[in-house]
């Protein structure tokens, strides 16, 4: 408390030496509670510093833990490390268990006939040149023909019109544009090596010549592509028409480098159809120009994108539960969340039961739906508790709704979206997550490490429509190169 000079001198009794080292006492105490003053506002700030380095801190470590298994990172972001091996071993050598196998078998119609004869006995060196051939042990020997290219010559003949007293020429056929040109399954073997095996057309090039010693130049490998991207839009059409009257589709995205920026390549799919197209955005925007989804009435597997809960679009959602199960990974790994572990845990199992009932062709049980809704439910309502104690950072503007942890927010998508997540239980046709759409995807990714960004804007949706062809000839278990040969012919062989 605070003392007066007057106070301290009555205390003193009037000795001015004692009321100096009352008040030298006094200033001293005074001093010592502003210092102790200062340094619990030091110690208070220094904690408050430290909570949020610690906070910080758990951030980084998460990111630098996460891997494929817990977060949506791409397997390639992983390292060295050696990823499991989930074949089944079959041995120390040969293919796993329950492989079938394939090998060469004789055929009766060989196109070549080699005899070994045999004119002298092996072991009394005796002559067999007049002996009778009494068998013959058959082997056979499957290697490719001598390459070479196959020349075709066009004469058109010309003969004089009495009548017209003109000179006529007979018509070439409609693609003989050129006195030498490439014909069409060079073109087809041009698409086949860009949007089957992503080859750039250097190493294309380079092929070419090596196989037939010709060397077609970049500008025509690049006239193939282009005539193909024209001839072939009949059959991107088929496969929209057919996959607009599936039940379900999957779709995602995945961004491309095209003439130095990044752009979108969507993809909507199922087991049997791919359709990819290339677009400038990634979401409302470009679902709206493509103009599949707008219209589409089934069922979209997706990611949970935002741009997919469009008030305006009449179809169905069913999450990617892979999504789910990482991110679930993910929390329980770094902040120890039971509730995470539980929804794991509900989902594998969920998937198991789904799985046997759509084997034994028979719907789950109603009684086990509902059960997987109560546990649903009842793990949610725990994990409230647990990412509510979470930390969160200071949010820096009013607007906006407010932060939440990780844990937090994963809580809330499987709250507001719980009938899309478990919608694989009651749907036999709903799949349990969207890899299809990620497998279609990862051709892009692959043509790109190949071949490097695409150059042109017109290059990437040349590459988009080809895939989806080359794609959907695929999943159908077609001949590629043959199918690609007959659509260039005007015969699409497409289901």
């Not at 058959?138 to 019109?161: G, H, K, M, N």
């Not at 014909?183 to 089957?196: C, D, I, K, S």
Request: proline share 5%; charged share 25%; with cysteine.
């Amino acid at each position: 408390m605070d003392v007066s000079p007057q106070q301290v001198l009555q205390i003193s009794k009037g000795d001015p030496e004692i009321a100096g080292f009352i008040q030298m006492l006094l200033d001293q105490n005074r001093a010592l509670t502003e210092q102790n003053q200062r340094l619990q506002q030091i110690v208070d700030t220094q904690a408050k510093e430290i909570q949020s380095l610690k906070k910080r801190v758990h951030e980084l470590e998460r990111q630098l833990q996460q891997k494929s298994h817990n977060s949506s990172k791409p397997p390639s972001s992983d390292g060295l490390r050696k990823p499991p091996n989930l074949r089944t071993p079959g041995g120390p050598k040969g293919a796993p268990k329950g492989h079938p196998g394939t090998t060469l078998h004789v055929i009766d119609n060989p196109d070549e006939v080699v005899v070994c004869e045999l004119t002298t006995c092996p072991d009394c060196l005796g002559s067999l040149a007049g002996a009778p051939c009494v068998g013959e042990e058959r082997r056979q020997e499957f290697d490719l023909p001598v390459s070479r290219i196959w020349t075709t010559e066009f004469r058109a003949e010309q003969r004089y019109c009495a009548c017209c007293q003109k000179v006529q020429r007979a018509a070439f056929p409609s693609h003989i544009t050129a006195p030498a040109q490439y014909g069409p399954r060079m073109a087809a073997w041009t698409v086949y090596l860009h949007a089957f095996h992503f080859l750039p057309l250097q190493r294309m090039a380079q092929l070419f010549e090596d196989w037939t010693t010709y060397r077609p130049s970049e500008g025509t490998l690049l006239s193939f592509l282009e005539t193909a991207h024209d001839r072939f839009a009949p059959i991107e059409e088929h496969i929209r028409t057919q996959l607009h009257q599936k039940v379900k589709v999957h779709a995602d995205e995945t961004g491309c480098r095209v003439d130095g920026r990044t752009q979108w390549m969507h993809v909507m799919s199922d087991e049997t159809y791919t359709l990819l197209q290339l677009h400038a955005k990634r979401g409302a925007p470009a679902m709206k120009d493509i103009g599949f989804l707008p219209t589409y009435t089934g069922t979209v597997v997706h990611d949970c994108m935002k741009g997919y809960f469009n008030e305006r679009h009449s179809y169905s959602h069913a999450l990617c539960n892979a999504h789910l199960l990482r991110e679930c990974i993910g929390i329980a790994e770094h902040d120890g969340h039971q509730w995470a572990k539980q929804m794991k845990d509900l989902l594998t199992e969920g998937w198991a039961q789904a799985l046997r009932s759509r084997q034994a062709g028979i719907p789950l049980a109603t009684e086990v739906i509902q059960s997987f809704r109560e546990r649903y439910d009842a793990i949610l309502q725990t994990g409230e508790g647990e990412w509510s104690k979470d930390w969160v950072r200071a949010k820096t503007c009013k607007k906006g709704r407010a932060i939440k942890s990780r844990a937090g927010n994963l809580g809330e998508r499987f709250e507001v979206h719980k009938e899309a997540i478990l919608k694989f239980l009651w749907c036999p046709e709903i799949p349990f997550d969207n890899n299809q759409a990620e497998r279609d995807l990862r051709m892009v990714k692959v043509k790109q490490k190949v071949s490097g960004s695409f150059r042109t804007e017109a290059a990437a949706q040349w590459f988009a429509r080809l895939r989806s062809v080359v794609s959907t000839y695929i999943k159908q278990q077609l001949p590629v190169l043959s199918s690609l040969s007959l659509a260039f012919f005007g015969n699409p062989v497409l289901k």
